[in-house]
């Protein structure tokens, strides 16, 4: 049981170019996220999706786009990277809206380190 | 929106008890919880506390809510060394999302 996968692990970007991070769960959550972490700030949210065909913007969505065709994967799209946009990323899910249906916590990936040149 | 706080740093010695603090000021979350994040590594829960409890005991840890002063806490005792790491807290805010502080790095020395 693998739970949360992150692909890639790291990458480097040059400011302008555009790549997809994937996240895949084996867990037949419903709820997927996107969070970025920058240090000092905690987590903050990107995108997340409610489940497979529907997504929805999180605190700061700007610079990013995503999509779940699928019920078990959670894509992340930067389609012109900016440093601004160096970060951990990571991504997680869920049976339920945590803290709303009950205390259904969030399972993460180990993040994708993106350093945007 | 919610703002969550926590100090950035906390040193303790090995054997010490460690506490971890977090204010938040949206009184309405259901759910608190804290989260722990190993270097190179995602986020894993500890444990987590339902707004109607005062505290919460689970093995060396112990979580104390006060409601009135919107201050959480996490206390663990006897901390080693492989407690080192960053503790989030997190809590549900207006829009049915969890809402993290910024973590507190937790350096345990021998």
């Known amino acids: 049981n693998a739970g949360v996968t992150q692909t890639p692990k790291f990458r480097v970007l040059k400011t302008g170019q555009s790549m997809t991070l994937l996240c895949a769960q084996d867990?037949?959550?419903?709820?997927m996220y996107w969070y970025r972490q920058d240090p000092g700030m905690g987590l903050r949210l990107i995108h997340y999706s409610v489940g497979e065909g529907t997504t929805a913007k999180g605190e700061v969505p700007d610079g990013y786009n995503v999509s779940r065709l699928k019920k078990q994967n959670f894509l992340l799209g930067l389609e012109s990277a900016a440093p601004s946009q160096t970060s951990v990323y990571f991504c997680?899910?869920?049976?339920?809206?945590?803290?709303?249906?009950?205390?259904?916590?969030?399972?993460f990936g180990a993040g994708s380190r993106l350093t945007v040149l | 929106g919610e703002d969550v706080e926590q100090s950035l740093f906390l040193s303790v010695r090995e054997g010490d008890s460690s506490v971890i603090n977090c204010t938040y000021t949206d009184s309405s979350s259901t759910y608190l919880y804290w989260y722990k994040q190993e270097p190179g590594a995602g986020l894993q829960l500890l444990t987590y506390?339902?707004?109607?409890?005062d505290m919460k005991q689970d093995q060396r840890l112990t979580v104390l809510l006060n409601k009135k002063d919107k201050h959480l806490s996490l206390r663990i005792a006897d901390t080693q060394t492989g407690d080192s790491a960053i503790y989030f807290c997190?809590?549900?805010?207006?829009?049915?999302?969890?809402?993290f502080g910024g973590g507190t790095r937790l350096m345990v020395k021998p």
């Open positions: 867990m037949n959550h419903e709820y």
């Open positions: 997190a809590l549900r805010n207006a829009g049915n999302m969890l809402t």
């Open positions: 506390i339902f707004s109607n409890m």
């Open positions: 997680a899910s869920s049976s339920g809206l945590a803290g709303v249906h009950g205390a259904n916590v969030l399972t």
